[in-house]
């Protein structure tokens, strides 16, 4: 079965300073990733899916099959990205599987 | 486009009581789920569906059902409501080449 690790709870940093959100997966044939965000009491939004590769509000995020992760990056946090971040993994067709969450706290 | 809507936002239950959580979707999308979000426990997949008339259990599935007679809705019931079904429930659809659109959540109760 699949299986998404968020192994930080909740990660503070201060303005500016960079941001590595960490996500591992297990599962056995080819998984679809991605990098959900849930900002204060709304509805979870998608930030990024490995397929695309594209960068949004200056986070990436690279899947390294290798070492089976997926964590997303940003060089300078703002404040405005506090939030909980959650990794997801679709396998196949099916719903998606996600991480406990990781809070990301950005101080001024 | 509404995207994913669910009613109602909020609810209290004691109990024993039984109620059904409404979730709809106007993106014509043939894949639909229930996820129950617990503090510390990330979302956890209730029940899903691939497609009207077809559904399959996920992670957590016990004490709930649901059915897909439509494309457009699926519905979550609770069956005899329990206080560790307190928690936020959200609904979300996609399609096979999409994403998952999430609604905005229904936040219960059970006294």
């Known amino acids: 079965a699949q299986r998404v690790t968020q192994p930080e709870k909740l990660l503070s940093v201060f303005k500016g300073a960079p941001v590595e959100l960490k996500c591992n997966y297990s599962?056995?044939?080819?998984?679809?990733l991605f990098w959900y965000v849930q900002y204060s009491r709304q509805r979870l939004q998608l930030l990024l899916r490995?397929?695309s590769r594209e960068s949004i509000k200056g986070f990436t995020a690279d899947l390294n099959k290798g070492e089976t992760s997926f964590h997303l990056k940003k060089p300078f946090a703002q404040e405005e990205d506090s939030a909980m971040y959650y990794c997801?993994?679709?396998?196949?067709?099916?719903?998606?599987?996600f991480g406990s969450g990781t809070r990301l706290q950005v101080q001024p | 486009n509404a995207g994913v809507t669910q009613t109602p936002k909020f609810q209290v239950l004691k109990t024993g009581q039984s109620m059904t959580l409404q979730c709809a979707q106007d993106m014509n999308h043939e894949y639909m789920s229930w996820y129950r979000q617990d503090p510390g426990m990330g979302l956890r997949l209730i029940h899903y569906s691939v497609g009207a008339g077809i559904t399959d259990q996920g992670e957590v599935p016990n004490g709930y059902n649901v059915s897909r007679s439509t494309t457009e809705d699926f519905p979550l019931r609770l069956l005899s409501a329990a206080p560790s079904q307190t928690s936020v429930y959200f609904c979300?659809?996609?399609?096979?080449?999409?994403?998952?659109?999430f609604g905005p959540g229904t936040r219960l109760t059970v006294l």
């Open positions: 979300a659809s996609s399609s096979s080449t999409s994403t998952q659109y």
């Open positions: 997801a993994l679709r396998p196949g067709r099916r719903a998606l599987t």
């Open positions: 490995h397929i």
């Open positions: 599962y056995s044939g080819s998984p679809e």
